[in-house]
């Protein structure tokens, strides 16, 4: 049974970065479609990005596009979510979900279990 965690959350002021984790154990990332979802309190759940397995598609939605980019080390089994000029709106838990794959309607394609997720709040 494989397990994901997320970390590297944190407190930071508008306009800066932070570099969230997804490491894997009991498998090897490599094989999985991984994405990024956040949840703000008193908002639903949000699908930020999506990074394909093999040579697929990569996606972002369009609150995060050209601020955020996902990738992944294989050698560390983790996949990665940097964030770049962070608005007080990026405050959420952040969480990373195994999908079946990042193509058409990928939000949707959910293949996993929720973890615990890590805090990003963006405040001054």
């Known amino acids: 049974q494989y397990q994901l965690a997320e970390s590297g959350g944190g407190l930071v002021q508008p306009g800066g970065s932070l570099r969230l984790s997804c490491a894997a154990s009991?498998?090897?990332?490599?094989?999985?479609?991984i994405a990024w979802f956040r949840q703000a309190p008193g908002k639903e759940r949000e699908a930020i990005s999506c990074?394909?397995?093999?040579?697929?598609?990569?996606k972002y939605a369009d609150s995060v596009k050209g601020r955020f980019t996902i990738s992944r080390d294989n050698a560390k089994n983790t996949v990665y979510l940097q964030m770049d000029s962070l608005k007080p709106e990026d405050t959420a838990l952040y969480y990373c979900?195994?999908?079946?794959?990042?193509?058409?309607?990928?939000?949707?394609?959910?293949?996993?279990?929720w973890g615990q997720g890590t805090q990003v709040t963006v405040s001054s």
């Open positions: 990074l394909s397995a093999t040579v697929g598609p990569t």
């Open positions: 979900m195994r999908m079946r794959h990042c193509g058409v309607d990928w939000p949707r394609s959910i293949f996993g279990s």
């Open positions: 009991g498998a090897t990332i490599t094989y999985f479609s």
